[in-house]
């Protein structure tokens, strides 16, 4: 079985109402809040409460502050952010606040670590997205699809003065979603809810077949006259294959070293590559060279593309229209000398996760290959 969020903006989409429409659907919020205590943000709390808008009950998420920090660098959030102890967690909080980041830092001209963020380095932003990942983590979701956005007209007030919405850093963030107009106006998708979006990997195309489970409603902070301002989750699970196409990007490489090559592949999947990898080749008049891949979603291509071509300094990618089947898989959790180390099963293999055996390894002196072994014991039994 398979796990599926199927996002729909009814209004919009804002950090603080995905995290609630996911407690809605059954989020732990002792979880989130654990996750979020690990960052060490202090003066903080958050409550979840049920609401009552137009006849819908959903549910609100509220961040109550007890100090003055409004604004922080942007890099000193990513390492809050990255002390999150469940690895899945943090690294796609991370993913979200360094998409922000780089394109605060591209607007504004300034290096992505030290660039202020004035509306968004305050408390909310932090929890809000650390919140939803750990929330997705609880529910298991594996999968998430994104109806069209909601884009509204009119303009917004920022800290650098009023500007048209969608906000630049919104419009930059969304880049390969799938948006559409509405009659509403002002910010109906912030750029913590584009970032989020970005960081999970959503699709936007049409979302999979599947046994329905549980809908959750988060509502947001404005008041509407004529209709209740939510967004929806839905959560459901699939047994069948993921049947997608995708895009396969790829350029030949004899000048780039290995620790930049390194440093690239780990970089396009931060930056939302499904997967990336390395080939050696030899090229013409005996030239030693690698190719570089990248396997990523057709709306997400152009963007991957660029930051290919700006890493390597390459001249050209290549595109190949690829079709992926991915099978449905699960995930159980296994202690090895009082550790946690997750295993992943598919329906012909199962296997440890490496960076789990390698965090037990670290701690306990054992050798890698004991750890991972120990962790796959009895996987044969699933």
């Given amino acids: 079985m398979s796990r599926v969020c199927v996002i729909s903006p009814f209004t919009g989409l804002a950090g603080d109402m995905l995290l ?13 809040r654990a996750a979020v205590a690990d960052t060490g943000l202090t003066g903080w709390d ?16 509220v961040v109550s502050v007890s100090d003055e920090a409004t604004s922080r660098k942007a890099g000193e959030l990513i390492g809050m952010a990255g002390r999150v102890r469940d690895r899945v967690v943090a690294d796609t909080a991370v993913a979200a606040l360094r998409a ?33 990942a750990a ?22 007030r920022t800290a650098h003065g009023v500007l048209p919405c969608p906000a630049p850093a919104t419009s930059a963030l969304l880049h ?56 929806v989750v839905r959560l459901g699970d699939r047994e069948s294959a993921d049947v997608r196409d995708l895009v396969v990007l790829e350029t030949n490489l004899d000048d780039v070293t290995g620790e930049v ?40 291509a152009d963007g991957i593309e660029r930051r290919m071509l700006v890493e390597t300094g390459a001249l050209g990618v290549r595109r190949t229209n690829v079709r992926r089947t991915a099978l449905p898989r699960t995930t159980d959790t296994v202690q090895v000398h009082g550790m946690p180390v997750r295993r992943k099963h598919g329906p012909h293999h199962g296997k440890p996760e490496y960076d789990d055996a390698v965090a037990v390894a670290r701690q306990t002196g054992l050798p890698l290959r004991v750890v991972l072994a120990i962790a796959a014991e009895s996987l044969e039994e699933h």
């Fill in 176 to 231: 390969g979603a799938r948006v559409v107009g509405t009659t509403l106006s002002g910010e109906t998708v912030t750029p913590t809810a584009a970032a989020l979006l970005r960081a999970i990997g959503a699709d936007y195309g049409p979302p999979p077949d599947m046994r329905l489970s549980a809908t959750g409603y988060g509502v947001g902070t404005r008041t509407l006259p004529d209709r209740p301002n939510v967004a």
């Fill in 46 to 61: 958050l409550a979840v409460t049920p609401v009552l808008t137009h006849g819908l009950t959903g549910r609100r998420a």
């Fill in 261 to 300: 090559l390194g440093y690239v592949v780990a970089l396009l999947l931060d930056s939302g590559a499904l997967d990336s990898w390395i080939t050696p080749v030899t090229m013409k008049k005996g030239r030693p060279a690698h190719v570089l891949h990248a396997l990523v979603a057709p709306e997400a």
């Fill in 135 to 156: 929330a997705l983590r609880a529910l298991d979701v594996r999968t998430v699809h994104c109806e069209a956005l909601p884009i509204g007209a009119g303009s917004v």
């Fill in 20 to 32: 609630a429409a996911l407690v809605d659907a059954g989020a732990p919020l002792d979880a989130i």
């Fill in 100 to 132: 922000i980041a780089e394109v605060e830092g591209l607007l504004h001209g300034e290096d992505p670590d030290e660039v202020h963020l004035h509306e968004l380095g305050g408390h909310d932003t932090l929890v809000d997205i650390v919140g939803v």
